[in-house]
C-alpha cells in the first residue's frame, strides 16, 4: 500500500520529468517576469515536508528561491501559502529577524497555475545549523559532543536575540496572522490558529477544524479544544491496540490543564509562535552568522506558556525522541543557552527596550523546572502525544506526579482513591531519587489515609505500609522495618484464613 509520505516524491520525479512541459523552463519563466524578464537559470532542488523549493540564478548573481507546496502533502495551499506570506511579511516589517524578503507570490488562479501556487524570496546563503553541529558519527540527529564554545556562544547568542525578538510583541488573541491589504499593510487576528498538529489530524484522519472556531481570548479555551480535537483521533482510530491506554493518558492530561496554563484572560499578551522553529531551519554561514530562518507556515498567536519550549531545539534531535542521555545533555545545554539569554536580556534592559513582564529566560527555566516544558509539548506536538507524555513521566516524574496530586486535591479531594495513588506515585518516586524524608512524610500521610479511608487490610493499604517498611529499612531504621514487615504478614495470613 502506498503511503502518503512516498506519494510526494512521485510526484515531483514525474512533475519535472514529464512530457507535457518543461518545469525547467516554467521555473525561470516565473522568476524572469518578477525581474523585468532578465535571464536565469535553475540550480538546486530542495526538499522538505511540505514543499519544493528551487533556486534561480540570474546572470548578474542574483539568487531566489521558488518555493511551492507539495500536492497531498500540503491542505489548501492557497491559504496556506497567503497565510505564509502575511507571516514573512509580518516578521519583516515588526522585527529584526532575518527572514528573507518575499519578491512575489501567487496562487493557482494566477497565469503560472501549472507551478500552483508559489512564494518567491531572496536567497539566504547558507546551510542548516543541523548540518554544521550534527554528529557525523551518529545515524541520528544528535549534538556533536565537542564543540568549539566560541561557535557555540556565538550561535546562542544569535538564537537568543531572534526569540527575544520573537516574543517581544504582543497579540490580541491565539489565532493565525492575517494580512490585510491596503494603502498601508495592516494585520489581524481573525481565525483559529492552524498548526501543525491540526493540519495534520485533517490530512490523515480526515478531522476537520470547524470554521467558527478560534481565534481564542483564553489560554485554557484553547488547550480544552486541543484536546478535544486528540480525542477525535484517538476514538477514530478503530485499529489502535492502545486506544484505552491513549484515553486514559489523555484524561490526565485534561486534568492538569488547570495546574499548568492559566485560565484567566491574557488580556492581549499572547504570543507568537513557530511549530518548526529549530536548527533545522536556522540558515548559518561559514562564519557560524545566522543569515536567514525559513519554514514560517505553522506560526501564530499562541498562549503565553508556550515560550516555555522556545529552546527545545538546542541538541537537534526532537523530545519526543530523547533518551535519558538526551534529557541529561540538554540539560547541560539549556544551563548554557539560559545564561546567554539572560546577557542578552541585560544589554536590551541597558538600551532602554522594553522587556515587558516577567523576563524569558525566566519563563523558560521555570518551565523545565516545573513540568511546563513537557505539558506545552504534548499541548502542541499532538502527533508525537504518547511519546512525549511518557517522557514526562520518565524524565520528570517527580512534577508529573506532584502536578497531578495538586490536580487531584482540587477536583476529588484528598481522601479520593485516585489521589491517594498519585500520592503513593510520588512517594515511591521519592524513593528512587533516595529522597528518604520527603518519601517517608508523604509515605506515612497516604498511608494512615487509606487506613482512615480504605481499611487496614485493604490491598492498597499493605501496599503502602510495604513502601514504608522499605523506607525505614534504607534509613537504617531497620527495627520499625521489620515491625511493619510482621504485620504486613500477619494481616495476609488473617485474610487468607477468614
Not at 3 to 9: A, E, I, L, R, V
Not at 456 to 483: D, I, Y
Request: proline share 4%; hydrophobic share 35%.
Amino acid at each position: 500500500m502506498e503511503s502518503k509520505d512516498d506519494t510526494p516524491q512521485k510526484w515531483w520525479s514525474s512533475f519535472w520529468l514529464g512530457d507535457h512541459f518543461d518545469p525547467d523552463k516554467k521555473f525561470t519563466s516565473l522568476a524572469s517576469q518578477h525581474r523585468d524578464g532578465q535571464r536565469c537559470v535553475t540550480g538546486r532542488c530542495f526538499f522538505g515536508s511540505f514543499h519544493i523549493c528551487v533556486r534561480v540564478v540570474f546572470d548578474d548573481g542574483v539568487d531566489w528561491i521558488v518555493r511551492l507546496p507539495i500536492p497531498t502533502r500540503l491542505l489548501d495551499p492557497d491559504g496556506h501559502t497567503e497565510r505564509e506570506v502575511a507571516i514573512l511579511q509580518y516578521l519583516r516589517d515588526n522585527t529584526a529577524i532575518p527572514i528573507p524578503a518575499v519578491i512575489a507570490y501567487g496562487f493557482n488562479d494566477t497565469s503560472s497555475s501549472e507551478l500552483g501556487p508559489y512564494i518567491i524570496t531572496k536567497f539566504a546563503h547558507g546551510i542548516p545549523l543541523t548540518d554544521w553541529f550534527k554528529d557525523r558519527a551518529s545515524k541520528e540527529t544528535r549534538l556533536k559532543p565537542h564543540i568549539e564554545e566560541e561557535k557555540i556562544v556565538k550561535v546562542y547568542k544569535q538564537a537568543a536575540s531572534i526569540i527575544l525578538e520573537l516574543t517581544s510583541i504582543d497579540f490580541s488573541a491565539i489565532g493565525t496572522l492575517s494580512l490585510r491589504k491596503g494603502k498601508h499593510r495592516t494585520w489581524s487576528i481573525e481565525s483559529s490558529p492552524w498548526t501543525t498538529t491540526l493540519h495534520e489530524a485533517e490530512r490523515n484522519h480526515g478531522i476537520h477544524p470547524q470554521a467558527t472556531d478560534g481565534p481564542f481570548e483564553n489560554s485554557k479555551e484553547w488547550v480544552s479544544y486541543v484536546a478535544n480535537h486528540h480525542e477525535q483521533i484517538i476514538r477514530g482510530d478503530h485499529d489502535n491496540p492502545r486506544q484505552n491506554e491513549d484515553l486514559e493518558s489523555l484524561r490526565q492530561f485534561r486534568e492538569l490543564i488547570p495546574r499548568f496554563i492559566s485560565s484567566n484572560p491574557c488580556q492581549g499578551h499572547f504570543k507568537l509562535h513557530c511549530d518548526d522553529f529549530g536548527a533545522g531551519n536556522m540558515l548559518v554561514d561559514n562564519n557560524y552568522n545566522i543569515v536567514g530562518l525559513g519554514d514560517w507556515e505553522f506560526t501564530y498567536a499562541a498562549p503565553p506558556e508556550y515560550q516555555c519550549c522556545l529552546a527545545s531545539w538546542l541538541i537537534l534531535s526532537k523530545p519526543y525522541d530523547w533518551s535519558l542521555e538526551d534529557y541529561n545533555i540538554y540539560s547541560v545545554q539549556l544551563k548554557r543557552f539560559l545564561e546567554i539569554l539572560e546577557e542578552e536580556e541585560n544589554q536590551r534592559s541597558s538600551m532602554d527596550l522594553d522587556l515587558r513582564g516577567v523576563r524569558l529566560s525566566s519563563v523558560i527555566r521555570k518551565g523545565w523546572e516545573d513540568g511546563t516544558f513537557w505539558f506545552v509539548l504534548c499541548t502542541r506536538s499532538g502527533i508525537f502525544f504518547d511519546d512525549l507524555w511518557e517522557r514526562f513521566r520518565k524524565f520528570d516524574p517527580v512534577n508529573f506526579f506532584l502536578q497531578s496530586v495538586e490536580a487531584r486535591k482540587d477536583v476529588l479531594g484528598v481522601d479520593h482513591p485516585d489521589t491517594l495513588s498519585s500520592m503513593a506515585n510520588l512517594a515511591l518516586t521519592y524513593c528512587g531519587q533516595g529522597r528518604w524524608k520527603d518519601a517517608e512524610e508523604l509515605g506515612l500521610l497516604v498511608l494512615e489515609t487509606r487506613k482512615r479511608v480504605l481499611g487496614a487490610e485493604h490491598p492498597e493499604t499493605l501496599s503502602s505500609m510495604a513502601t514504608q517498611a522499605s523506607v525505614f529499612w534504607n534509613q537504617g531504621r531497620c527495627k520499625e522495618a521489620e515491625e511493619l514487615a510482621a504485620q504486613i504478614m500477619g494481616r495476609e495470613v488473617a485474610i487468607q484464613f477468614r
